[in-house]
């Protein structure tokens, strides 16, 4: 078993700490990675090098305790990725293997964000009639103009990345044929973007 030197452990700065594991930054603090109902702040000492989420009081403490959070409570697993991390030896001098596995941030959950009615009245437009007119809209419209053609091209953009998401968690034909309608629906209607189509775009 590795040696861990502790107490260059929870010196190293808790702020670097919370950004190493992705913690969003707010003003004057880090925002809380539990689903709060509102943003809650973590607030952060430097003099003691702690933090602490005043809501859900589950992240809180000295970088240790911070990276135990992240690591399900796993005292072992947070040590050894903070010693990689911020590249501190062990207390024996022994080195990490390459293939050592450290934290990743989980994948953000599929969300709902709106339910189409069929009964509701709509007109099918092509937005590009209406670019030349672009300036002249609400500003409501031209988001509302943005957002149709980013949605567009996403539709036609290689689609591969998003078909292995959806594999990775469960939502396929081979895993589940009960699923068809819904992975019918993710193949025509929901676009996908990399970053390399960014420029294109």
Known sequence: ???????????????????????????????????????????????????????????????????????????????EDLHQAFNIPFGDNTSFKPNRKRYVKPAAKAMEYISFDPKHKYLEIKFEDYIDKYSEMKEVQQFKMVATAIYQFSLNTKQWGKTSYFNNIGISMKKNPLLKEKIAMIDSKLGFLFKTDIPEL
Request: hydrophobic share 35%; glycine share 6%; aromatic share 12%.
């Open 1 to 79: 078993m590795y040696q861990f030197k502790l107490e260059e452990l929870n010196s190293i700065p808790i702020g670097d700490v919370l950004e190493y594991f992705e913690v969003e930054q707010m003003r004057n603090g880090y925002k809380c990675p539990n689903n709060h109902k509102k943003p809650t702040k973590i607030s952060v000492y430097k003099a003691d090098n702690i933090c602490k989420c005043f809501n859900c009081d589950e992240i809180k403490g000295d970088p240790i305790a911070v990276a135990k959070f992240f690591h399900d409570g796993d005292f072992k697993a947070a040590c």
